[in-house]
């Protein structure tokens, strides 16, 4: 009498074991939505890379981003900045609300939060 009982058992635990190491990390990839600041709109392409780098545009003007702390398929904080006779930087914090979904906040050199709004995939 063979055991064919045990085939599924071993596909059923390969099945477990490969889900609990995942090598591609949801927050990867471009991210595209509409945030709202204190004086417009904008446009927004949030392109995450698995080597916490990145970039981030607003209507078309792109800024190179650095991510200093990340949480594989949940959460990441970024920081793009730029000189205009001092440098302005800002800080993204972003969540991953469900696979498609994207919610960042962008706050001002001095913590004050400007943008908020959803990103999608």
Do not use: H
């Not at 607003?58 to 001092?86: H, K, L, P, T």
């Amino acid at each position: 009498m063979k055991k064919w009982y045990l085939v599924p058992a071993a596909v059923i635990l390969v099945f477990l074991l490969g889900g609990c190491f995942s090598f591609d990390d949801m927050l990867n990839g471009r991210w595209e939505g509409v945030l709202d600041d204190y004086y417009r709109s904008y446009d927004v392409v949030l392109i995450v890379n698995s080597n916490n780098t990145g970039s981030i545009s607003f209507d078309y003007q792109s800024y190179g981003m650095d991510i200093v702390s990340r949480r594989a398929n949940r959460s990441f904080v970024g920081e793009y900045g730029w000189y205009d006779s001092y440098w302005i930087e800002r800080t993204i914090q972003a969540e991953l609300i469900n696979y498609g979904t994207l919610r960042i906040k962008i706050y001002d050199n001095f913590g004050d939060l400007i943008s908020d709004g959803f990103l999608y995939k």
